[in-house]
């Protein structure tokens, strides 16, 4: 199976609406326009997409911050540039939202989210219903929304206590425990740095130390996530792994997985989004019951 993962990619953060000039957008957006901006490259993302479509991905997952302070326009730059990705039927499409892209308490900006949301998920999923899973053969994708509002300065997210008792429940099951599914966790937060260290307190996601737990158990095979703009992998002793993409627009760099499923076997690399002659094994499409695309 072949997941392609891409995430951060910070759409431009122009302040259109008078009440983003009183809220902490404007606070994002002066970050944006002193730094940020000469960080990210949005002229990378079509050239990623249209290589991504010719990859042959089982799935390829976004695991958010698609905008920089949560603008509609933002969410609008964002599902105009993925819309190939969520339109292209032969390969599943995730996107789950980051910190940027749940930035303020603002009618509009929420709108524009769930909205986004929505139309990239095709449709399948409101933002309310999350966690929620999807099935691809023998590999189960949980599906976690970690982000919401929060103060000034603050980065951080939260694992509600209802998606905890969610995901140790698909921890436990039998299938899980005897190897016969396997778990990917799609989240925007990194359980733990590139060394297996916490995030800062405000960069860092509450309450998902149980997580680690679970990945160090190999309950859960692989964590997907996003936010530290320059991607690792991190493989713990008890057989899981987490792997963070980075930030497609200022790495200009995506992650491709191939994941042996049956013998639970991670090979995972980084692909320049110009590197068009980059040499590309076959993937390792081992589980029989993955269905061909
Ligand atoms: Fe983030």
Redesign the pocket.
Known sequence: MRIIHIS?LHAGAWLKSASAYFDKRVVGATHFCMRRRNVHDWSLVAPAVQQIRTLAPDIVVCT??LASVSQPCEFEQAREALAALAADQRFEFVYIP???DAYVHNSACNRALHETFRALNRNRWSLDDLPTSIDLGTVRFLIVNEACPTFLLS?RGRVTTAAEAWLRNECEQPDVIEGRRRLVLVS??PIADQHGRELTWLRRCGNNLFLRELLMSGRLSISLC??IHTGFRRDEAGGGCEVCAGSLTSTGKFSVIDYNAIENKVSQRWLDVYGESTPLDPPLDVDGRVPAS
């Open positions: 951060d958010g911050d980051g910190n940027h980065a925007h937060w996003g936010h």
